[in-house]
């Protein structure tokens, strides 16, 4: 998943924040698309219904043995579409919002550095907002796929994340897998009320995603 876990010192690295940085190919994506998703549909609805999804999406296999690595983006796609496709569309909404949710805390507790997790709250939101993107920028193949990511952070007083996923193949409608994830991050480590619009999205017949969070600070 997005971070490195070697320190604060990659975090200050040298990325841009308004890099754009495409996936290797074949399109990859960090496990957790899955395995969190797994995870939220049996704590909201059962094993046996998270078989059944996983099963129509053709991985029943993933629930047996979470994947260990990468996987292919059309796993989480199938997925994310077997989910819509099984269930009405604010029940979809509500799994792929807390798989987000659970993706973002799996982040946090193993991908970002106990150093920055403990300095980042502890600057001004300005700051470790755009600290924050420059790192995520570097990694964003692991959620954006074959999606190209930009991101950049405008205004110092009220700091406004825009985070931008162009062709974003995990998109459903408004998102919310990626609004969980990204509001999580961001108001943990950048502003406790940080709040999350989704501005575009490819779902919608555009051609990128497009996630606002502002961030308040505590
Ligand atoms: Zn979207």
Same mark, same amino acid.
């Given at each position: 998943?997005?971070?490195?876990?070697?320190?604060? +010192?990659?975090?200050? +690295?040298?990325?841009?924040? &308004?890099?754009?940085?495409?996936?290797?190919?074949?399109?990859?994506?960090?496990?957790?698309?899955?395995?969190?998703?797994?995870?939220?549909?049996?704590?909201?609805?059962?094993?046996?219904?998270?078989?059944?999804?996983?099963?129509?999406?053709?991985?029943?296999?993933?629930?047996?043995?979470?994947?260990?690595?990468?996987?292919?983006?059309?796993?989480?796609?199938?997925?994310?579409? /077997?989910?819509?496709?099984?269930?009405?569309?604010?029940?979809?909404?509500?799994?792929?919002?807390?798989?987000?949710?659970?993706?973002?805390?799996?982040?946090?507790?193993?991908?970002?550095?106990?150093?920055?997790?403990?300095?980042?709250?502890?600057?001004?939101?300005?700051?470790?907002?755009?600290?924050?993107?420059?790192?995520?920028?570097?990694?964003?193949?692991?959620?954006?796929?074959?999606?190209?990511?930009? &991101?950049?952070?405008?205004? @110092?007083?009220?700091?406004?994340?825009?985070?931008?996923?162009?062709?974003?193949?995990?998109?459903?409608?408004?998102?919310? @897998?990626?609004?969980?994830?990204?509001?999580?991050?961001?108001?943990?480590?950048?502003?406790?009320?940080?709040?999350?619009?989704?501005?575009?999205?490819? /779902?919608?017949?555009?051609?990128?995603?497009?996630?606002?969070?502002?961030?308040?600070?505590?």
């Amino acid at each position: 998943m997005p971070m490195s876990n070697q320190g604060i +010192g990659r975090i200050l +690295g040298h990325g841009s924040a &308004g890099d754009a940085v495409a996936s290797p190919s074949p399109a990859r994506i960090g496990p957790n698309a899955v395995i969190q998703t797994g995870q939220a549909l049996s704590a909201l609805y059962g094993v046996g219904a998270a078989r059944l999804i996983f099963e129509s999406a053709g991985l029943g296999r993933h629930l047996e043995a979470p994947p260990t690595s990468m996987v292919d983006e059309h796993e989480p796609v199938a997925l994310f579409a /077997a989910i819509r496709a099984m269930l009405p569309p604010a029940e979809a909404d509500r799994v792929l919002a807390e798989a987000g949710y659970r993706t973002a805390h799996y982040i946090l507790d193993h991908r970002i550095p106990p150093l920055a997790r403990k300095i980042l709250p502890k600057l001004h939101p300005a700051i470790a907002s755009r600290l924050l993107v420059s790192a995520i920028a570097r990694h964003a193949w692991t959620f954006a796929g074959s999606g190209v990511f930009r &991101g950049r952070v405008m205004d @110092w007083t009220k700091p406004r994340v825009r985070l931008e996923i162009v062709g974003n193949p995990l998109a459903t409608p408004g998102c919310p @897998w990626h609004g969980a994830v990204f509001q999580r991050l961001f108001g943990t480590l950048c502003g406790s009320a940080a709040t999350a619009r989704h501005l575009e999205c490819c /779902a919608s017949g555009q051609n990128r995603c497009v996630t606002e969070l502002l961030c308040t600070g505590t």
